[in-house]
C-alpha cells in the first residue's frame, strides 16, 4: 500500500556531487518528518539528515556544510544534496518517514510509523 524508494546512489570520486532521491509511493494524505540514515560496512547507523513537514531541518556534525535535504510534497519526494564527498561518506544511504498517513478502503484511512526504504548505496573513491 505504501512504498518509500530511494535512488541516485552510485559511485563517485572523493570531491564530487550526488544526489540521492526518496519517493513516497501510495495514496499518500500526509508525511511528517523524513529522514536521512547512512550506515557503512561495519559501523554504526548514523542519521545524517531531517526535515520536518514544515521544512526545518537538521543535519549531522560530520555532513554540515556539504549536505542538504529538501523536500517537494507535491512529488511526495525528499532529496539529499551530498557536496564535497569524502571516502567516509561511503556507505548505504536509506530514507525514512516517522509518519505516513494513507488511503486504506477499508477503515479510510492507515497511519505507517517508522517507516523505511531499501536503501541505496554510496561509494566515494579516494
Known amino acids: 500500500q505504501v512504498q518509500l524508494v530511494e535512488s541516485g546512489g552510485g559511485l563517485v570520486q572523493a570531491g564530487g556531487s550526488l544526489r540521492l532521491s526518496c519517493q513516497v509511493f501510495?495514496?499518500?494524505?500526509?508525511?511528517?518528518?523524513m529522514k536521512w540514515y547512512r550506515q557503512a560496512l561495519g559501523k554504526q547507523r548514523e542519521q545524517v539528515a531531517s526535515?520536518?513537514?514544515?521544512?526545518?531541518?537538521d543535519y549531522a556534525d560530520s555532513v554540515k556544510g556539504r549536505f542538504t535535504i529538501s523536500r517537494d510534497d507535491a512529488k511526495r519526494t525528499a532529496y539529499l544534496q551530498m557536496h564535497s564527498l569524502n571516502p567516509e561518506d561511503t556507505a548505504v544511504y536509506y530514507c525514512t518517514a516517522d509518519r505516513i498517513l494513507f488511503r486504506d478502503e477499508v477503515v479510510g484511512a492507515k497511519e505507517a510509523v517508522d517507516f523505511w526504504g531499501q536503501g541505496t548505496q554510496v561509494t566515494v573513491s579516494s
Open positions: 501510495g495514496s499518500i494524505l500526509n508525511i511528517n518528518t
Open positions: 526535515i520536518t513537514s514544515g521544512g526545518s531541518t
